[in-house]
């Protein structure tokens, strides 16, 4: 029974997200159960794409990233793949209509990191934020949205900001790992090598930005979504701050992190936050 495997595979993309990002897998349990299955779904998609480019090392990363898109297309022209995050993807692409410009955005991201490690240009920087993050954005916000094209409309910048936000906390978190590991440096006009305070306070600045003009889409997200969205927007404003007060030498030596006892406490004042309708 077709309906049989879906489950299977929509349990499977629950499974990717909670063993890659127990953050991320709590923010998205904060979210009515309606739409988790959708939302675990794209997390599962682009996991994978992110983990073909940026950890398979001594595979054929190329290869890999190819045939696992010409693999998604099969299964959307099939209504059906073996691939269990594949099968449950498509399920969702088709059911909440996201496009095809979005994947294919994202795709072209991921597949940038095969073969460019610098960003020199803020256009560069921005066109590859648009699609490693930004599209993620979008993709989650039809799902928010029910599909609804006028709300998406109305939501679609702030979704982006939030997404670009996230994206580039990510990156200053793993300077380390992005500039000693893969040899990849995201900022332009920044020389990771002599990275400074100045340098660190201009990024985190741009973030607050982002995070300042992505808080005004989050209020205005269905009830079905909006604590979800709030938590994880709550958990990187705090990872952000935590960056704030890190200098600048040990951001580049060690992953800065937030414990799980922190996690939990502001889920805690998450939830007051939104109980009170403060959100």
Do not use: W
């Not at 909670?18 to 599962?44: C, E, H, Q, W």
């Not at 560069?124 to 979008?138: H, M, Q, R, T």
Request: proline share 2%; glycine share 4%.
């Amino acid at each position: 029974m077709k309906q049989l495997f879906d489950d299977v595979s929509f349990k499977c993309s629950k499974l990717v997200t909670k063993n890659y990002s127990t953050s991320f897998s709590l923010a998205v349990y904060m979210l009515s159960p309606s739409i988790r299955d959708a939302i675990y779904s794209i997390y599962g998609f682009v996991r994978f794409a992110d983990e073909i480019v940026d950890s398979f090392h001594g595979f054929n990363k190329e290869e890999l990233i190819n045939d696992f898109e010409k693999e998604y297309y099969k299964s959307f022209e099939a209504g059906i793949s073996l691939n269990p995050i594949l099968n449950s993807f498509q399920c969702t692409v088709k059911e909440y209509n996201i496009t095809d410009d979005l994947i294919q955005a994202f795709l072209k991201s991921m597949k940038l990191d095969l073969v460019k490690s610098d960003y020199s240009s803020t256009e560069e920087y921005n066109e590859y934020i648009y699609g490693s993050a930004d599209v993620v954005g979008l993709m989650c916000l039809k799902v928010f949205v029910a599909g609804k094209t006028q709300t998406y409309e109305q939501l679609k910048g702030e979704a982006m900001r939030l997404g670009s936000a996230f994206q580039k906390v990510n990156f200053l978190r793993d300077l380390k790992e992005d500039n000693l590991v893969l040899n990849r440096n995201y900022f332009p006009g920044v020389d990771l090598n002599s990275f400074d305070e100045e340098a660190k306070n201009s990024i985190i600045k741009e973030i607050e930005e982002d995070f300042r003009v992505a808080y005004e889409g989050i209020v205005k997200l269905p009830i079905e979504a909006k604590f979800g969205v709030y938590t994880a927007y709550v958990y990187y404003k705090k990872l952000l701050n935590k960056l704030e007060n890190t200098p600048y030498h040990q951001i580049g030596t060690e992953r800065i992190r937030v414990s799980n006892y922190t996690k939990a406490a502001l889920l805690a004042r998450s939830f007051v936050s939104y109980k009170m309708k403060l959100v």
